[in-house]
């Protein structure tokens, strides 16, 4: 599954067919190819061995600095137009989070650029899955960026697990700050089977460690924002901190990392990049800040909104797909929505708008050299049960009979138990939150029923066990 394909800082041609790619090494494209095959099966062509001069295109309003006082993307550009554009490689541009990030900092005047190396897409082919939005090419997708704002996103298409790909990345780009959404980011996807749950970690973990030592080599001053997630903290029945936690014991006291409890071998990875970077901090100086990360749900960006071939992709499937966005298209297509258990399984929720807005006030207020700050990003708890309750409210105003089934949980998880996760520090930044409301659920509804002839019904239930999955591949969709 890993990619071996690279292509380095690309500059678009002018011809639609084909597009150049500068660099060392450089490779001509076929655009026809791309958008006809998956990212398993791309052909590129070597055109050229010898060195080449990167070709940079810088975007308009500058966003730099650190102030006593929290500042905003926005902020930064109109305090220091008159300098350099702030540099945001976004390594996993081309995913859920990713995609709206992005686009979001381009739009804020920051010099942007998406390193990915598609095997989300991939994912879906081998798991016969699909988006319910139609996605284009993140070829097409940058074109059309440009085409509607003028603004230019540089693309690094290979693995970051592959070194030397991303050392030309980083030694070509200069990134003032390093975006990381880059890893395979299901729990159940790593739970499939033994190969699966290899994948997961490898890829996440290692793909961590090299952007670490990336910045270490060739971007000492980067600011590393790492997507975590609150799932690293479990469900203890104690509060839970942002990061740290003072305790005392045995008539000592001292702040420690709060404890961690994940509950699959994707939220393991999450934990040891949480505790490589923090060594990493400690030894080299790195600067990063952890976002812990809650459930995200909605689909639209005032950037993403834009136009058509911007949307982002609105996964419903019982391996990638959130719980909020899986009940408002079971709602639609009037399929029970899916209780695992009992039901009272609590999570802290984030709107995709808030996401993008918590990463650009973590670029905009960054960790000074060698801190390790952490920071708890979901802007409202609920159990399950509770978002069953909204969304059955919320689709009987539009006429929709929603019904809710119980049915045997494939996790293994607490099902009703104490969840209380402190969330102050970027609000205390200055995060506004776009809170769960009616119109954001008659939204999603109603965007659900548009496309509901895309939906797949066979992948609404869950078929990837905690307790059943075991050594051997499972090569036919689940």
């Known amino acids: 599954m890993k990619m071996a394909h690279l292509i380095t800082n690309c500059s678009f041609s002018t011809s639609p067919a084909v597009k150049t790619f500068s660099g060392s090494p450089s490779y001509h494209l076929n655009v026809g190819q791309l958008q006809n095959s998956k990212s398993s099966n791309l052909c590129f062509k070597s055109c050229s061995k010898r060195q080449k001069k990167s070709y940079v295109t810088c975007a308009s309003a500058a966003v730099q600095g650190k102030t006593q006082t929290p500042l905003t993307g926005s902020q930064q550009a109109s305090d220091q137009s008159s300098s350099k554009p702030k540099k945001v490689m976004v390594i996993g541009g081309d995913g859920y989070c990713g995609w709206a990030t992005a686009l979001h900092l381009s739009n804020k005047g920051y010099e942007v650029a998406i390193v990915d190396n598609l095997v989300r897409r991939l994912f879906d082919h081998q798991l016969g899955l699909d988006s319910l939005t139609p996605i284009t090419s993140i070829q097409d997708r940058i074109r059309r960026w440009k085409s509607l704002t003028g603004k230019t996103i540089q693309l690094f298409i290979g693995d970051i697990c592959d070194f030397e790909f991303l050392s030309e990345a980083f030694k070509s780009f200069e990134p003032d700050a390093a975006v990381h959404f880059g890893e395979q980011r299901s729990a159940p996807y790593s739970m499939i089977d033994r190969s699966r749950a290899v994948y997961t970690q490898h890829n996440n973990v290692i793909g961590t460690l090299n952007v670490l030592f990336a910045i270490k080599e060739y971007s000492e001053e980067c600011h590393l924002v790492k997507l975590g997630t609150m799932g690293e903290y479990g469900t203890p029945n104690i509060d839970i901190e942002e990061g740290f936690i003072t305790i005392t014991h045995n008539?000592?006291?001292?702040?420690?990392?709060?404890?961690?409890?994940?509950?699959?071998?994707?939220?393991?990875?999450?934990?040891?990049?949480?505790?490589?970077?923090?060594?990493?901090?400690k030894a080299w100086g790195i600067r990063a800040t952890d976002l812990n990360q809650g459930v995200v749900y909605g689909l639209r960006t005032d950037e993403t909104a834009m136009h058509e071939e911007l949307s982002n992709r609105f996964d419903y499937d019982g391996v990638f797909g959130t719980a909020l966005n899986r009940f408002c298209v079971q709602a639609a297509v009037g399929h029970p929505l899916t209780v695992y258990g009992k039901g009272g399984q609590t999570r802290g929720y984030l709107d995709i708008r808030d996401t993008v807005q918590c990463v650009e006030l973590a670029i905009a207020n960054p960790a000074k050299p060698g801190e390790f700050r952490v920071f708890n990003q979901f802007t409202e708890q609920f159990s399950v049960n509770e978002l069953a309750k909204l969304v059955t409210a919320a689709g009987a105003k539009l006429g929709l009979d929603v019904q809710t089934k119980s049915g045997p949980n494939p996790r293994v998880e607490a099902e009703e138990h104490y969840y209380n996760a402190k969330h102050t520090k970027l609000i205390e930044l200055g995060l506004v939150p776009h809170l769960l409301s009616d119109s954001l659920l008659d939204s999603l509804l109603n965007f659900a029923v548009q496309y509901k002839d895309r939906v797949d019904t066979a992948q609404i239930m869950p078929s990837v066990s905690w307790k059943k999955m075991g050594a051997k591949p499972r090569t036919v969709s689940v």
Request: glycine share 4%; hydrophobic share 25%; net charge positive.
């Open 251 to 281: 008539g000592r006291t001292d702040t420690l990392p709060y404890p961690k409890q994940a509950s699959s071998f994707y939220h393991l990875s999450k934990v040891h990049d949480s505790h490589n970077i923090a060594f990493t901090c």
